[in-house]
């Protein structure tokens, strides 16, 4: 059974860093798009990153680039992350998905999206 599970959310201070994983079972993500969503309150769901794991390209949301890194670690299976210099707005439920199509419109496209993990709350505040 195909199952994406995201940790690594929490509470951190304006200006600070967390890393979010995405651990993948039932397939392996050679083929696969993974992306990153995040929904705050009231907001609808938008795409902030995604990796495309066959050729490695990537692509992020304008608000998050230059602070946020995805990146894959084949041997765990795994899809990370780097979220730096936070700020309040950055708060949000962050979900991981995937997807056997590659993306060829920006923002990303949540119905394009076939599996989702349960998401993780990140919460930026002093």
């Known amino acids: 059974q195909l199952q994406l599970v995201e940790s690594g959310g929490g509470l951190v201070q304006p200006g600070g860093s967390l890393r979010l994983s995405c651990a993948a079972s039932?397939?392996?993500?050679?083929?696969?798009?993974i992306g990153w969503f995040r929904q705050a309150p009231g907001k609808e769901r938008e795409g902030v990153s995604c990796?495309?794991?066959?050729?490695?390209?990537?692509y992020y949301e304008d608000s998050v680039k230059g602070r946020f890194t995805i990146s894959r670690d084949n041997a765990k299976n795994t899809v990370y992350l780097q979220m730096n210099s936070l700020s309040p707005e950055d708060t949000a439920v962050y979900y991981c998905?995937?997807?056997?199509?590659?993306?060829?419109?920006?923002?990303?496209?949540?119905?394009?999206?076939?599996?989702w993990g349960q998401g993780t709350q990140v919460t930026v505040s002093s």
């Open positions: 998905a995937a997807t056997g199509v590659v993306p060829t419109s920006t923002p990303l496209p949540p119905t394009l999206f076939n599996y």
């Open positions: 039932g397939f392996t993500l050679d083929y696969y798009t």
């Open positions: 990796i495309i794991l066959s050729d490695g390209s990537t």
